[in-house]
């Protein structure tokens, strides 16, 4: 006869479960896979040249785009940092680029690829204007 725990706290007899040991196979540790370490980029990527690598900076500053005019090549991109305390807006003059209202330190990018005179202004402040020319190379 087996000897329990009452809900009291006292034995009781009752039935016990014996626990059964199974054999237990032991855990083989695999070799992890090499690892190759991930090193950063070095050199010239291919298709971008050192120039095209980097935005083309416009400030927004005193409500005006500094500088006004600015000229690039086709595949480079330019970004729009509003710099003033007031929001502002980067709207291209019949093309598909805009930007959303930009607050003090907000940007703003956009890639040029297609040759051209490119006339954008603010649509909140619309005498603010500015020309982005993009040469082909």
Known sequence: MAIGCADNGTEEPGD????VEEPVEPVREEAAPEET?????QGEIPGISDDESEAVDVSIV???FSPDTITISTGQTVRWTNMDPEAHTVKGTGTSFGSPSLAQ???YEFLFTD???YEYYCSIHPSMRGTVVVVEE
């Open 115 to 117: 040759p051209g005179a």
């Open 16 to 19: 016990a479960v014996t626990p």
């Open 105 to 107: 330190g907000g940007s």
């Open 37 to 41: 370490p991930i090193l950063p980029v």
């Open 62 to 64: 005193n409500s005006s």
